[in-house]
């Protein structure tokens, strides 16, 4: 227990910079008919280097969190995911599902939009396949144009869509790596554009107690020529830490907790906090922080498991509040393991 609680101190000491650092680098999130564009509120006195990454992406939707467990803590995940859910954050997390499982999420997101994930895996003696699917919908807006700021009149919609093939192979007993090999589809009213874009994420056991950490690289693709305009794809790297810091996954009450770091090539680094307490390995409550938005800061939520025959069911819920928009983003998630 000392040694967990040393480790758990260390975390912290850590995390203490990094949230001065982002409290100073805190952008201001928009978006651009549907699709969300990350701008920043730059202090005059801050050095504009630091900011030049900052641009506009194509897909935006790629960097939403669909999953309420990962969302429930904050969306400190990457080392955490150990379900199916992981192929949409690190695919390496896909090889600890037991043989066959499926996952299924609903975000009813901010400004009339809703976000849907779904994915279905079998792990072999080969490796851990998956296919997953993403959506992105939103209500009908109003057109503008420079000349009619105010509205056509005319109604436009807009959505986009992601279909994708998993691969994960545990390489020993502490390394696992995985990836994502995706084709995106992007519609803004009569405009409609695809490519195809890579994941690759790694997860790694160090020994020392229950400690793991994560890496990934998500949304790998070239540039897009959207509407006569270059775009790209939102491109991220993860860098995350976990550990149970009381007891052990399994055990009638365990408590994990984990850090990650996001470095975006659109937007300034990002922070995640989360926590995840088991009690009886049936009843999950979770609670997490975000330092480096505008849209979403804390979180919270909780989840059920059960066992049934050879199955098990989970159900999993999160909710979070968009304080630019004063929304409250709710995320239902349910997942089977056979």
Avoid: C
């Avoid at 906090?273 to 919270?300: C, H, P």
Wanted: glycine residues 10%; aromatic residues 12%.
């Amino acid at each position: 227990m000392l040694k967990k609680a040393l480790l758990f101190g260390l975390a912290v000491v850590l995390a203490l910079p990094m949230y001065a650092q982002a409290q100073e680098e805190r952008p201001t999130q928009a978006s651009l008919g549907p699709f969300p564009v990350d701008r920043t509120r730059i202090p005059p006195e801050t050095d504009l280097i630091k900011y030049a990454r900052v641009t506009t992406t194509s897909y935006g939707f790629l960097k939403l969190t669909g999953n309420a467990r990962s969302a429930g803590m904050g969306d400190a995940y990457s080392s955490v995911g150990n379900d199916l859910s992981a192929v949409f954050y690190n695919p390496a997390g896909a090889t600890q599902i037991e043989r066959y499982a499926l996952t299924a999420s609903y975000l009813k997101w901010i400004v009339g939009s809703s976000m849907g994930t779904f994915a279905i895996g079998a792990k072999t003696n080969v490796a851990t396949f998956a296919v997953n699917f993403a959506y992105f919908t939103t209500d009908e807006f109003e057109e503008t144009t420079s000349s009619q700021p105010g509205g056509t009149g005319r109604m436009a919609t807009a959505g986009d869509m992601a279909v994708g093939l998993t691969i994960a192979k545990q390489v020993t007993d502490k390394l696992s790596v995985g990836g994502n090999l995706r084709w995106v589809q992007e519609d803004l009213d009569l405009q409609s554009y695809s490519s195809y874009d890579i994941d690759f994420g790694t997860l790694f056991y160090t020994g020392f107690y229950s400690t793991r950490l994560g890496m990934s690289m998500r949304n790998l693709g070239g540039d897009q020529d959207v509407i006569g305009q270059k775009a790209r794809f939102p491109m991220v790297f993860n860098l995350s830490g976990a550990a149970e810091v009381y007891g052990n996954l399994g055990d009638p009450l365990s408590l994990t907790i984990a850090v990650e770091q996001m470095f975006f090539t659109d937007s300034i680094n990002r922070y995640h906090f989360g926590a995840e307490a088991w009690v009886q390995n049936m009843l999950a409550l979770r609670g997490g922080y975000k330092i480096g938005y505008d849209s979403e800061s804390w979180t919270v939520g909780a989840g059920l498991r059960q066992k049934l025959g050879d199955q098990s069911v989970g159900v999993d819920v999160s909710y979070s509040r968009a304080e630019a928009l004063d929304e409250y983003p709710i995320r239902v998630s349910v997942g089977i393991g056979f």
